[in-house]
């Protein structure tokens, strides 16, 4: 089983971009999908994530407002939304896949085991 993101490039400040992910190999049906980013310098953190039914999303208070996490278990994607990209936001994104823990908290606890090569998001102000 293996991820697979793209979608990123070099953009403005308030442009947009659609990053997608897609999971060969198996059935993203079973995963709650995530994305997180790592800019320079900094550790990797958690930016959105969306559960394996769509029943529930989760968003990081830096990604609230401006993207959107959605998915689509026939097409095996995950899709993240960016809308008016900050200079901020510039990091490798990548996009990770787990499932349920025995004891559900919240898509933040969930132990993301599958992870894609990340894709470049920059933003120039």
């Known amino acids: 089983v293996q991820l697979q993101a793209s979608g990123g490039g070099s953009v403005q400040a308030g442009d947009s971009l659609r990053l997608s992910c897609v999971l060969s190999?198996?059935?993203?049906?079973?995963?709650?999908a995530a994305w997180f980013r790592q800019a320079p310098g900094k550790e990797r953190e958690f930016v959105a994530a969306?559960?394996?039914?769509?029943?529930?999303?989760e968003y990081a208070d830096s990604a609230k407002g401006r993207f959107a996490v959605s998915r689509d278990n026939f097409k095996n994607t995950a899709t993240l939304q960016m809308n008016d990209l900050k200079p901020e936001d510039t990091a490798v994104y990548f996009c990770?896949?787990?499932?349920?823990?025995?004891?559900?908290?919240?898509?933040?606890?969930?132990?993301?085991?599958?992870w894609g090569q990340g894709t470049l998001v920059t933003v120039s102000s």
């Open positions: 990770a896949a787990g499932l349920d823990p025995l004891r559900w908290s919240s898509l933040r606890g969930v132990t993301y085991n599958l």
């Open positions: 190999g198996g059935s993203f049906s079973s995963y709650n």
């Open positions: 969306i559960r394996w039914n769509s029943g529930l999303t």
